[in-house]
């Protein structure tokens, strides 16, 4: 499986940003899919993920109602809509993957396939 993720760049505080993360390989449609983030000098955290069909959606509570995860199976991609983004949203942001793993359990494991960064910075 892999993951191609992009969307990143720089925007001024209270903007928004989208990213996307294409799958490829594999059984796709069956990989809940998400996002998580390392900002500088922080370990990576949980930020948002999406199961298999679309309908389920866990997010961290430090992104609900500002970040929405959404994906188009038939596509094999995830979004991540930003808005209202703050310089504490600074971050490389990184799409992951697991057929596996319960959408409730992303909070604390690691899923198994990873994508490679992609840097969202947010400063005026």
């Known amino acids: 499986v892999q993951l191609q993720a992009s969307g990143g760049g720089l925007v001024q505080p209270g903007g928004s940003l989208r990213l996307s993360c294409v799958v490829s390989?594999?059984?796709?449609?069956?990989?809940?899919m998400g996002w998580f983030r390392q900002g500088p000098g922080k370990e990576r955290e949980f930020v948002a993920a999406v199961s298999w069909s679309g309908g389920e959606t866990k997010y961290a509570d430090s992104v609900k109602g500002q970040f929405t995860i959404s994906r188009a199976t038939a596509k094999h991609t995830v979004d991540l809509q930003m808005s209202s983004l703050k310089p504490e949203d600074t971050a490389a942001y990184y799409c992951?993957?697991?057929?596996?793993?319960?959408?409730?359990?992303?909070?604390?494991?690691?899923?198994?396939?990873w994508g490679q960064g992609t840097q969202v910075t947010v400063s005026s």
């Open positions: 992951a993957a697991d057929s596996r793993l319960l959408l409730r359990l992303w909070t604390s494991q690691r899923p198994r396939y």
């Open positions: 390989g594999g059984t796709s449609s069956s990989y809940a």
